[in-house]
Every structure is written in structure tokens, then in C-alpha cells.
């Protein structure tokens, strides 16, 4: 029985600890998921809409921006951010997160000790800042429109 209990609170403290974790549209999800994350961070959602994909910018009461471009097809192709902190990448990569891990030497390059670029066959990731100022971009080329340069996200 004291098993029992000790397993039920672990389980329970995980899932209140994974709810107050900020949630993000991912890298190759549809853009449904952008509407979620807004209601859930409680962030302001401005969307651009340029002849080929579409920005949500979700601004949250932290500082936080993350920009989700979107192609005509619904998927976000690209993501990009600006925070006073370092965003959760798992969440915000979603299933590319394993190629930011498993990315080789030849694949990666460290800047200046701040910043890091990975570029595999079909995932590109920038990331730089310090303390209080963190940047970046992530996208995934074969998601991309075709008549989209690569430079938009950012």
C-alpha cells in the first residue's frame, strides 16, 4: 500500500510539473498547435500574412517572443526566438530535438563559447546569447515553401 502512495504522488508531481512548463507550437507540427500554446502561456498572438507562409508572434508578460512561421500547407517550417532565458528546445523542436543531439562534430559548430549552429541534411539550428538576452532560429529546409528564402526565419 505505502508503494502504492509513494508511486501516486511521484506521478502526480510530475504531471504538475510538466503543466507549468511554457508550451510552444514544435517544429513540424500543424499550426493548430500555435492557438494552444497562446491560451496557455496567456501570450499576445500577431499574425503576418505574407503571400507564402504566415508569422505567429507570441509575446508573453516574461519578455519571451517566439515566431512560428507557417507554409500554406499549415505546418510551421521554422521557428525562431527572443527571451530573457533559454526556451525549453525540446518542446520547441519537437521530434528534430534528436537531431540537435545526435548531430556529429562535422555538423556543428561552436561560436565565440555563446553560440552554436548545427546543420544537418534537413534541420538548421542558430542559437546565441548570454545571460537575460538568448536568440535563435530553428527550420527544417523540406518543410519550407519553395519560393521561401531560408533568411526569413529569425
Known sequence: MKSFRSTYIFLLML???????????ALGEYEGSVSV??????????VQDFHAYKVHQLTTST???IREYVSPKGLVFGVAWQSPFMPDM???LGTYFTKLQTASK???QVRHLRGLTVRTSDFVFVSGGHMRSWTGS???????????????VR
Do not use: C, F, I, K
Not at 15 to 25: C, R
Open 63 to 65: 519578455g519571451t517572443t
Open 106 to 108: 562535422a555538423q556543428t
Open 15 to 25: 504531471v504538475m510539473v510538466s503543466l507549468s512548463l511554457p508550451a510552444w507550437a
Open 37 to 46: 500554446d497562446q491560451q496557455y502561456n496567456r501570450a499576445e498572438d500577431r
Open 90 to 92: 525540446q518542446h520547441l
Open 138 to 152: 530553428a527550420y527544417v529546409p523540406s518543410l519550407t515553401p519553395a519560393n521561401v528564402s531560408a533568411e526569413v
